[in-house]
């Protein structure tokens, strides 16, 4: 799926895209940049089996974005537990040895999870924002208060 690719199916034609965010349990630092390239090949074979796509993948070590194109029909809810239970269950397979060290459970993800949609206008601003993770931190600027009445 392109980036502003309309899809025509048999009775709908679509442009669905989510910004999608899960967190490491107890947001620990676990995810190594080997274990970030083996979720992005998770995560896009899982959703070509939903008929969906990986856009944009990226992270840090305790969190992970995913822009993700979807089709109508999709039940999204059903769609972020199955890849936070098929890519937990193949992370804990592969990556075993470097887990056990943070979790005694078969622990990998938070269960809380962070979903959007993405218009076609914001498109880009969310693609640089997902690639830009793991880059070098920005330094946030100060909140502005009001004046004392």
Known sequence: ???????SASHAVYTLRLHIVFVTKYRRKTLT????DALR???AEILADW???LIEFGGEADHVHLLVGIHP????????NNLKSASSRRMRNRFADHLRKFYWK??????AYYVGSVGSASLETVKRY???QGTQEKPRKAAKRPPPA
């Open 41 to 43: 090949e998770a995560f």
């Open 73 to 80: 029909a999709l039940n999204i809810s059903t769609l972020i």
């Open 33 to 36: 940049p080997a274990l970030l």
């Open 130 to 132: 997902v690639e830009a």
């Open 1 to 7: 799926m392109d980036d502003n690719e309309i899809v």
């Open 51 to 53: 008929r969906c796509t």
């Open 106 to 111: 078969p622990y990998f993800w938070h269960r």
